[in-house]
Every structure is written in C-alpha cells, then in structure tokens.
C-alpha cells in the first residue's frame, strides 16, 4: 500500500469515526408532531403598485397573513 493509499484511508477512517461518535450537545430540531419550539420571520412585503418589495420587514414570529399554518391533520 502506498503512502497516498494509506493516507486516504486513514483520512477517511477519521471521518467516518467523528460522524459516527455521539454527540451529547445534539438537539433534535423536529419534534416528529409539530413545530413547537421554531421561530418565523417574515420580511418586507410586496409592493403590487410600485412593483417592488417594501423596505419595513413584518418581524419575528409576527404572522398576520397565516403563512406558516400548519394543518391539522386527522386519522382514518
């Protein structure tokens, strides 16, 4: 095995070794049900009769239009 073989593998082997190691600082950021927990931003709206997007964003977690509703969905 050359030096250049042997150094790809074990470059590789480091890899794979850190991905596979656990973290204990991981946050799950989906709760597998809803988005409890998440932030929304919206930014400036649309203009239609200037044709161009305003300059005053609507804000963090401020939603007048319901863009990020989320269904509620039933079982059969």
């Known amino acids: ?3 250049k ?6 470059f590789f082997f480091f890899l794979f070794w850190s991905c596979s190691s656990k973290n ?3 946050q799950q950021l989906f709760n597998g049900k ?3 927990g ?3 931003y919206l930014g400036p709206e649309y203009d ?3 044709n161009k997007p ?3 964003p609507i804000g963090l977690n401020i939603d007048p239009s319901n863009v990020f509703d989320t269904p509620k969905f039933t079982a059969i």
């Open 1 to 3: 095995m050359t030096l």
């Open 5 to 10: 073989n042997l150094s790809k593998v074990v």
């Open 24 to 26: 204990s600082n991981w």
């Open 34 to 36: 809803n988005l409890t």
């Open 38 to 40: 998440w932030d929304t």
């Open 48 to 50: 239609t009769t200037l």
């Open 54 to 56: 305003g300059t005053i």
